[in-house]
């Protein structure tokens, strides 16, 4: 679980990155292996490779190795406490833009104060 600001950095640091992001898309389906990672993407396997060592290393994304084949697997709780931050700003940004509104609203209902046309 992400209990820091360095580990949230990685995370959003990882998902930067268009080709990242699709092998998290896929591995939302479900468990894959590197080959099947690999097959949509116009790159090398050891470019998957490192793009995959990326996600690993924080923590996004687990591999195990079973004779020849290294299959991957999302970490959803690393996603979701990512998921939290970006909630939490959300609701952060919502409730100012609430009270923007019933100010300006205010502003428009209250007569014009010391003004002159």
Known sequence: MLNHSGSLDRVF???ADTTRR???ERLVRGPAS???LARPLAMSLPAVMQHLQV???CGLVRSEKV???RTCRLEP???RAA???ITAQRTVWEHRLDRL???LSAQRDSPNQGSTP
């Open 22 to 24: 699709a092998v998290v």
């Open 55 to 57: 996600l690993e290393a």
């Open 83 to 85: 998921e939290g931050w």
């Open 67 to 69: 004779g020849r084949v």
């Open 13 to 15: 640091q990882a998902l």
């Open 77 to 79: 709780a690393v996603l």
């Open 101 to 103: 509104g019933d100010h």
């Open 34 to 36: 590197v080959s099947e």
